[in-house]
């Protein structure tokens, strides 16, 4: 029991879990003086639920369990600053630092435009993702392979990735005759160059005797490359895709801020030309959120798909 309890129940998440909880029954300054009030916290109630579990749940693998229980506790103690500093005693300008409350009921009242800017922006990111990803590993490694070609091609392309997709957005905003052909070639240069030189690398990082046992078993270099050098290479595609992943979404947040007319970066960029930060701050978060879960989703499809590493 002693055991259960130090484990599960005593700890500082647990603590300041509890504490955000309780200052739901204290009195709000905030509601007393900013027009409209403190929302209803069911919603900021149901993601400190929400954080519980899922915090509760990943005790049980005992080895993450000192690094769980620190980002919880990370996670707990700024909700509940946020909540006694903003919704209880109103220190900071209400204006500017909207109460949790209120952020996050924004997911009740705004869910509809919320999630069509999230189809929207999901559909450019995984399409544009896809193309980059797919042309840069099999132009790289078709590069990679051949010495002369490497020689003649890398320092451009080096050259080319030192420059930020971010700097070129907006001219590519402007010229191209609609924002979905931007927005993916925006996406797709972001990743591509990066993504190409990476290919070029883990190509000369397969042993020459595998290489040279395929050629002398007469296989073609298609079968070379997309059996054995591909694959070969997998987990290192894999590992890079987070970061394509955060890049792809950087440069389209931007893209949509400066001539979408829907998604999430649309959606905050909106919400901050009307000075509505309460909206702008559930959008951001919200961001945070979809890039945690797919860099998640990325982890464990690497698990499921690839068996080997090195």
């Given at each position: 029991m002693k055991k259960f309890l130090s484990k599960y129940v005593l700890n500082l998440a647990n603590l300041f879990f509890v504490l955000t909880i309780l200052c739901f029954l204290l009195p709000s300054r905030y509601a007393a003086e900013m027009r409209g009030g403190l929302k209803s916290p069911l919603a900021f109630a149901v993601v400190l639920a929400a954080v519980e579990i899922l915090f509760l749940s990943q005790l049980a693998n005992s080895k993450k369990a000192r690094a769980v229980k620190d980002v919880t506790a990370s996670v707990h103690i700024f909700l509940f600053a946020w909540e006694f500093i903003v919704s209880r005693l109103n220190l900071l300008p209400y204006i500017f630092v909207p109460a949790p409350e209120n952020v996050f009921d924004i997911f009740v009242s705004d869910w509809r435009t919320i999630l069509i800017g999230f189809f929207s922006s999901m559909e450019l990111i995984l399409a544009g993702l896809f193309l980059s990803v797919v042309s840069s590993v099999i132009l790289g490694t078709l590069v990679g392979y051949n010495k002369r070609l490497t020689n003649a091609v890398y320092p451009i392309a080096k050259a080319l990735s030192t420059v930020p997709a971010l700097i070129y957005t907006p001219y590519i905003v402007l010229i191209m005759p609609t924002f979905k052909l931007a927005s993916l070639t925006v996406i797709f240069l972001s990743i591509f160059w990066g993504s190409f030189m990476g290919a070029i690398n883990n190509t000369a990082f397969v042993e020459k005797k595998i290489i040279s046992a395929a050629k002398v078993l007469n296989l073609s270099t298609p079968t070379i490359f997309f059996r054995i050098i591909i694959p070969f290479n997998l987990p290192r595609y894999i590992n890079a895709l987070p970061i394509h992943l955060?890049?792809?979404?950087?440069?389209?947040?931007?893209?949509?801020?400066?001539?979408?007319?829907?998604?999430?970066g649309y959606y905050v960029r909106v919400s901050l030309?009307?000075?509505?930060?309460?909206?702008?701050?559930?959008?951001?978060?919200?961001?945070?959120?979809?890039?945690?879960?797919?860099?998640i989703a990325i982890q464990?499809?690497?698990?499921?798909?690839?068996?080997?590493?090195?």
């Open positions: 955060a890049t792809s979404l950087m440069t389209l947040t931007v893209a949509e801020m400066l001539g979408a007319d829907t998604g999430m030309n009307y000075a509505n930060y309460t909206k702008a701050i559930a959008g951001i978060i919200f961001i945070g959120f979809v890039v945690t879960v797919l860099n464990k499809a690497k698990k499921h798909l690839v068996k080997w590493n090195y």
